[in-house]
């Protein structure tokens, strides 16, 4: 960060020293020499931290890193924003000799630390977790969305946030919320079925002709499948996190939807904030004058009159002792442990991060089985053998999706080749050590799931393929090899990191996966899907957009049909 402080006090100091040694100091050469002070030390700071400090003076200069694609002033920054999102950290963490850290440079040469080896990830995750941070410009940046929650909280605050929210997650609490999710998400499914029925009857009255959605069948349309992922995940969260389904899933106009939509859309004015982060102070860079700023400033308004008044609801409820609702809202108001503001926070935290999430890793999945039409075939099979078809009367209950073998191995393999989350940054918020490597104060982290989750060493030479049967255990096999096939084969758990581990680890991922399960499942039971777009069957044909998830930077548009018996 900047020394805005410090170079300004000094400045200020050089330039009542000069007043007093003058006999005659107009308030014009005051603030000359302050300026000129101010520049030249600011100039000077630069020219140490960009140039010199990484190359001569950094105890962290002869860390192995790449070689080769580095910029003079940038570092790798240039080849990080041009390349997919966590391209070059898989490529780095494959093929530079290294032993659990390497070490890369950002925008104006700034130090990163790649965290790639069991070892160091569990210090950093586990054993001295408090030790690193969210960086400030991260959690001012996403904190106006997000609220300062569970998710972005630090220390003893992070700590009793989490005690406080843990009866929520629980499994015997997620294990009830099955049947909410099946319903929720049938109900998607028959609003997908209702959109591919008349866009199918639209195109056959026009007469327009399009020769695969012709082989494919006449109840076969083309839908963008992000935004009825979004719509889908945010009635679930609004349902299983306030007990208020929001009505997303029947109605595209919906005024939340279109607020997370529109503040989650990539923009070239956001990507000018986030560099303009690392350079200012958060309050200043959110006072600029950009469209972007005013954007976010009244999504975050809405967002807030939205959570606040569905507290206030539960809140009455509570007092008149009628509250018995399970989702996760009337669990934390019980706890007595949150007050209307952070209560506020942790909804916008599970709001935005909660159906975000899950709808990027549907669109993965999506995606994934386009590719792997013998994988989506044989996942179908089973979905109509164990499920019901929706709508038919009954729930669903946790035994039945969890009890489902390839259902869960597709759903793991999806979260581990494009986990919803691609990277995450920490600061060393105190001198610390990293697998006996001594990192000081304010060095910044890089934690890339994206990486990992694909990192030979952990998974073996067939890391980079996408194959749900690493999940899966073979007939007749002993302890040990089912032992193997519950962690994909990895030599540690630290190989998964698509949601972390240790007390900064998602706290919903219980809720997130069982969620995920119960969509997929009625979706491929319902619908085939193949690619729109032809070069998208060559993964490095898809434009990636990164940001809080990662998604196809131009949406999804997938060919659904109907397919009949279920």
């Known amino acids: 960060m900047v020394p805005w402080r410090g170079v300004t006090i000094s400045s200020a100091v050089v330039a009542v020293l000069l007043a007093l ?7 014009c050469h005051l603030l000359g020499v302050f300026a000129m002070a101010w520049m030249f030390q600011m100039m000077c700071w630069g020219a140490f931290v960009v140039f010199l400090f990484p ?8 860390l192995p890193g790449p070689k080769g694609d580095d910029h003079w002033m940038m570092g790798q920054y240039p080849r990080i924003v041009r390349q997919p999102t966590g391209v070059p950290m898989i490529e780095w963490i494959n093929t530079i000799p290294h032993e659990g850290i390497i070490r890369y440079r950002g925008l104006f040469n700034q130090e990163r630390l790649l965290i790639t080896s069991p070892k160091a990830l569990a210090e950093v995750l586990v054993t001295h977790n408090y030790n690193f941070r969210k960086p400030s410009a991260v959690r001012s940046s996403i904190g106006r969305i997000l609220g300062i929650g569970v998710l972005l909280a630090e220390g003893d605050n992070h700590k009793v946030q989490r005690k406080n929210l843990m009866p929520a997650f629980a499994f015997r609490h997620v294990k009830d919320l099955y049947p909410l999710f099946w319903s929720k998400a049938c109900e998607g499914v ?13 195109t ?20 963008e499948i992000g935004n009825w992922a979004s719509r889908t995940t945010l009635d679930i969260i609004g349902m299983a996190g306030m007990g208020r389904d929001f009505g997303a899933i029947r109605d595209p106009s919906n005024p939340l939807s279109q607020t997370y939509q529109h503040v989650f859309k990539p923009s070239r004015q956001a990507q000018v904030l986030a560099v303009l982060g690392l350079l200012l102070p958060g309050p200043l860079v959110h006072a600029l004058p950009f469209q972007r700023n005013g954007d976010i400033a009244k999504a975050a308004q809405t967002i807030r009159a939205t959570c606040r008044e569905l507290i206030r609801e539960k809140k009455e409820k509570l007092e ?28 916008m935290t599970f709001l935005a991060a909660g159906h975000e999430t899950t709808a990027s890793a549907m669109m993965w999945a999506v995606y994934c089985l386009c590719l792997n039409p013998e994988v989506q075939s044989r996942l179908r099979l089973e979905i109509r053998e164990r499920l019901p ?6 729930d669903i209950t946790a035994l039945d999706i969890d009890h489902m073998p390839y259902l869960n191995a597709v759903c793991n393999e999806v979260l581990r080749y494009y986990a919803p989350v691609p990277m995450t940054l920490r600061e060393a918020a105190v001198d610390t050590v990293i697998d006996g490597v001594k990192v000081p104060k304010g060095t910044r982290i890089m934690l890339c799931p994206w990486a990992t989750n694909k990192d030979t060493a952990l998974w073996g030479p067939d890391a980079g393929r996408f194959d749900p049967d690493r999940w899966m255990p073979r007939d007749g096999a002993d302890a040990e090899s089912k032992k193997t096939a519950a962690s994909g084969g990895a030599t540690s758990n630290y190989a998964f990191m698509t949601f972390l581990h240790g007390p900064r680890s998602c706290i919903g991922q219980g809720f997130a996966k069982a969620e995920f399960a ?12 193949n690619l729109k777009n032809k070069e998208e069957y060559d993964e490095k044909n898809m434009t990636i957009k990164g940001g809080v998830t990662a998604r196809p930077a ?6 659904v049909k109907i397919v009949d018996g279920w």
């Open 21 to 27: 040694r003058q006999t005659e100091f107009s308030r």
């Open 55 to 62: 190359q001569y003076f950094s105890p962290l200069r002869k």
């Open 190 to 202: 028959e609003a997908i079925t209702d959109a591919v029925l008349a866009e199918a009857a639209k």
């Open 204 to 223: 056959n009255a026009d007469g327009t002709t399009d020769p695969e959605k012709a082989a494919l069948g006449s109840k076969t349309a083309v839908l």
């Open 320 to 347: 008149r002792k009628q509250l018995t609702d399970i989702d996760i809202l009337s669990v934390a108001l019980e706890s007595g442990g949150f007050t209307e503001d952070n209560l506020v926070d942790q909804m």
């Open 389 to 394: 078809t929706p709508g038919t009367p009954g």
């Open 518 to 529: 119960c969509i997929l499942a009625s979706w491929i039971g319902r619908f085939e899907f």
């Open 554 to 559: 131009k949406g999804l548009h997938v060919y």
